[in-house]
């Protein structure tokens, strides 16, 4: 599509805030009313839209996209979508271990044993930990209260959560960087751990360079995502960027 506007801007709406073009409320794809809960949110998606050139290109829009997301996908049905998040936890990538080499058995336990640690005292559960590939399950208080966790969440942090989680294959570095105990960075390292420590040891090729950092990127933006769901900021209805 080629740009049809000339400024972006941000004006409140009805439960927050919108992006104006030309002074005109945008709606998601789903024709549904854009509204987001915070003008940081509002302010950075019209800069997204400020940024465009003579076409539009909705990869240079990923905040935008996440709040689509949310209004179309999760919203509809967020206590659905809460729920498929939640059952990454029955194979949490924290509990599953490798056998050897031994350095990378120590580097798992490093970096996950206090994560799991965490997740135990904040949501007062237990967790199965094994070695290999084979399904452990895991304690249903444990699913529960996990289960119970993600239910809390808006449609937006539901939103922002999914490719941290996917990506990670953990529902608890999902939660733990919902609840601010892990960095962008922190999470992506302790999710791609496998992965990153193969790279050290054998090296990389460009093709899985260019992936890991398509994921690295996906798992930055979804907590730039947050942080400005979080960090509401002052400005004038109507203001342009």
């Known amino acids: 599509m080629k740009r049809f506007y000339k400024t972006a ?15 005109r409320a945008i709606r998601t794809p789903a024709k549904a009313a854009f509204v987001v809960p915070t003008p940081a949110l509002a302010v950075a998606a019209a800069a997204e839209w400020a940024a465009q050139g003579e076409v539009l290109d909705p990869r240079q829009m990923p905040l935008t996209g996440f709040a689509y997301a949310a209004i179309d996908r999760v919203a509809p049905d967020r206590a659905a979508f809460a729920a498929d998040l939640a ?7 924290l509990c599953y271990r490798a056998d050897e080499p031994p350095p990378l058995v120590a580097r798992q336990a490093a970096v996950w044993d206090p994560l799991l640690a965490w997740a135990a005292a904040r949501y007062d559960v237990g967790f199965t930990v094994t070695s290999g590939i084979i399904h452990t399950l895991q304690p249903p208080a444990t699913m529960a209260r996990i289960g119970a966790a993600f239910d809390a969440l808006d449609a937006f942090r539901l939103a922002a959560l999914h490719p941290i989680v996917t990506i990670c294959g953990s529902a608890l570095i999902g939660l733990a960087v919902s609840e601010h105990h892990l960095t962008a960075a922190e999470a992506f390292a302790a999710g791609q751990l496998d992965e990153l420590w193969q790279a050290e040891k054998w090296g990389i090729d460009p093709l899985a360079a ?13 907590v730039d995502f947050l942080d400005l769901i979080e960090q509401p900021v002052t400005m004038q209805e109507g203001a342009t960027c």
Not at 14 to 22: I, K, Y
Not at 210 to 221: G, K, N, Y
């Open 9 to 23: 801007g941000v004006a409140q709406a009805d439960g927050g805030w919108t992006v104006a073009l030309d002074g």
């Open 87 to 93: 059952r990454f936890a029955e194979t949490e990538l």
């Open 210 to 222: 260019a992936s890991l950092a398509a994921r690295r990127a996906a798992v930055d933006t979804a």
